[in-house]
């Protein structure tokens, strides 16, 4: 008889459960098609103001990614999990990494500028600090200086801060 007591207990905890479950898988279900959608339309937005297609993936990954966070922690306060103490143990995470890793978030945001401004392109002769070289690539932690048949990688955190000089064979009657 104790037995089926406690069956009957359980059952009645998961038919009292099942709503709540139904309707947290409802609301990550919703909160991923809105990060995939809004991950395409990041993306078309830069593509159609001519952005450069890596900082393009990225920042559409990174609007995806955070509304599915955003969605994840909405459906486990659905489900009835106390979420205060996830969202502040998040905040010191954030807080933390963003401390120790500083120098590549600089490097990385800084990169993202130089994608965006482009002040200058590949080829162009640029000099930073006591750096100089061709332009052979940019990325989001360094800008790639040739220089004979040296490579020098100079952190875009640099170019943000110190003054750079461009030399461009392509100059506008204007500038001469």
Sequence with gaps: MGELTAWQSLMNSVVLYLPRLLTGIVVLAVFWLIARSAQRVAQRLAEARHVDHDLTLLLGRI???????????????????DISALVAGLGLTGFALGFALRDIISNALS??????YKPFKHGDRIAVTALEGTVADVNLRYTVLVDGGKKIFVPNASLMTNPITVTTGDEPASMR
């Design 63 to 81: 609007a995806g990614t955070c509304l599915f966070l955003f969605g994840v922690i909405t459906a486990l306060g659905t489900l009835g999990i």
């Design 111 to 116: 990169g993202m500028l130089v994608i965006w």
